[in-house]
């Protein structure tokens, strides 16, 4: 059965940190590329950042510099690293991952994560 399953949300202060991660299975997501997207109330779903098979990466403009993806193969795992938090950081984030543009592009079921003082 294919999955994706995020971990490491929570309520941190505003210039705090968290590491996001997201626990895959099947052998699909270490051949395509993963992504971090997020949704905050009211708005739409926006891509965060994303990464290649091969470890290459983009990121959304304002978390440039504070937020890092990375992808451990062996362990299956996508990370999100997110530093100097802001209030406007505060969103449901998921992961993606698999075959984009295909019926075999996954999303896990979403962290929520809150940055308030």
């Known amino acids: 059965q294919v999955q994706l399953v995020e971990s490491g949300g929570g309520l941190v202060q505003p210039g705090g940190s968290l590491r996001l991660s997201c626990a895959t299975s099947g052998s699909i997501f270490s051949i395509n590329p993963m992504a971090w997207y997020r949704q905050a109330p009211g708005k739409q779903r926006e891509v965060v950042a994303a990464?290649?098979?091969?470890?290459?990466?983009n990121y959304k403009g304002p978390v440039k510099g504070r937020f890092t993806i990375s992808r451990d193969n062996a362990k299956n795992t996508l990370y999100l690293q997110m530093n100097s938090l802001k209030p406007e950081d505060t969103a449901v984030y998921y992961c993606k991952g698999g075959r984009p543009g295909t019926p075999y592009d996954y999303w896990g079921q979403g962290t929520q994560v809150t940055v308030s003082s």
């Open positions: 990464i290649g098979s091969g470890g290459s990466t």
